[in-house]
């Protein structure tokens, strides 16, 4: 209520700007690539097992659902890392760490593994993840199912 | 004396988000009263006027810092001279979404 009081004055009387600079374009952190990239792990793992034909053409699909999944499981740790080492600050989210480093090791039993629990349980933690981080910006999250395969329950922020 | 600016940019994210507004206290006593980690308001010649943190004060001028990887802080910028403090933020006012 105070903050929407000060921008009808701003709107008004144009306050100054402060600017909170950076050297390079910097701030657009958003945790979706990596929630999209577990979801697409748990999608390479169902269809690794629903994959039932013999030949060169199933060698060669599964080939590539294992190369799929080994990059998607790679690129959601590479997202967390990045959201966790330039944007949370350790002495504000000390609880952040361990959540990270279960996400880390997630993400590689992902990669070593076709196991479909490990893929549910890495697309939880970045939930978890992605609901501390919307968090921390005021913005207010909500669960809901992908609109798409493997459907599972994902935090979206509520816009 | 006290001044109210909008906060514009990222650096001083997640404290400090695009859109807060902060209110300073002007005058050269506030900027005698100085103390490390407090965010202050200045002018700079080629970035016009930023919102740092103190990370330390020394005879030389206000070191500062963001709180971003990349922020702009005093390894760029040099210690602020205090004749260029504008102010000491005294309150601030956070954007919440729904406000926005």
């Not at chain 1, 390479?44 to 699909?61: T, Y």
């Not at chain 2, 807060?20 to 407090?38: E, K, M």
């Not at chain 2, 330390?56 to 004749?83: C, F, K, W």
């Amino acid at each position: 209520m105070i903050h929407q009081l000060f921008s009808t004055l701003d709107k008004k009387y144009h306050f100054g700007r402060a600017q909170a600079h950076c050297d390079v374009p910097c701030g657009i952190y958003d945790p979706s690539t990596a929630q999209i990239a577990a979801l697409t792990v748990v999608r390479m793992m169902d269809l690794m097992a629903g994959l039932e034909s013999e030949g060169v053409a199933a060698h060669n699909s599964m080939a590539r659902y294992i190369a799929v999944k080994e990059e998607h499981a790679e690129k959601a740790k590479h997202e967390i890392r990045v959201i966790w080492g330039d944007y949370f600050k350790k002495d504000k989210h000390p609880n952040v760490d361990e959540l990270v480093h279960k996400i880390m090791q997630l993400g590689s039993k992902a990669r070593q593994t076709a196991d479909r629990e490990t893929g549910v349980a890495l697309v939880e933690a970045i939930n978890e993840f992605a609901a501390i981080f919307w968090e921390t910006k005021g913005v207010a999250t909500k669960k809901a199912k992908a609109p798409y395969a493997p459907a599972l329950e994902m935090v979206y922020p509520d816009l | 004396m006290f001044r109210i600016l909008r906060v514009t940019g990222d650096s001083m994210s997640p404290e400090y988000q695009e859109g807060d507004f902060v209110v300073i206290a002007t005058g050269p006593l506030f900027s005698r009263r100085l103390r490390d980690g407090d965010a202050i308001v200045f002018q700079h010649q080629h970035y016009g006027t930023l919102i740092k943190r103190v990370q330390r004060i020394t005879d030389e001028g206000i070191y500062v810092v963001g709180a971003q990887e990349n922020s702009l802080d005093s390894s760029r910028l040099g210690p602020v001279r205090r004749r260029n403090v504008r102010g000491r933020v005294v309150w601030h006012i956070r954007r919440r979404y729904s406000d926005k």
